[in-house]
């Protein structure tokens, strides 16, 4: 890697529910652009659908992660305030 070039350290992709496909479709991308790279995805599962459930966002997590891990993305949850999942107690 050229000196001037600075590894990525992880990057993030937020679930925010109000459109599924779009979601799936942006993690998606993001996973096939950082495949082969030991680069880390963090997922922060948002709330922009206040109606979401709580197995709904288990679903869409699981979807997430075993999406990655067939792709050899290690995965993270990363709480976020005022998110469905805001602190590492609720993670």
């Known amino acids: ?7 990525i350290l992880a990057v993030f992709v937020r679930i925010d529910f ?3 496909a779009a979601d799936t ?3 998606q991308e993001v996973v096939r652009q950082i495949a082969g790279q030991d680069i880390p995805l963090w997922i922060i599962l948002g709330n922009k659908k206040p109606t979401i459930t709580q197995p709904e966002a288990e679903a869409a997590l699981v979807a997430a992660v075993t999406f990655a891990g067939k792709h050899g993305v290690r995965t993270a949850l990363y709480p976020h305030s005022h998110c ?7 993670a």
């Open 1 to 7: 890697q050229p000196p001037h070039l600075k590894k």
């Open 18 to 20: 109000a459109d599924p």
């Open 25 to 27: 479709a942006r993690y």
């Open 84 to 90: 469905f999942i805001s602190s590492a107690e609720q």
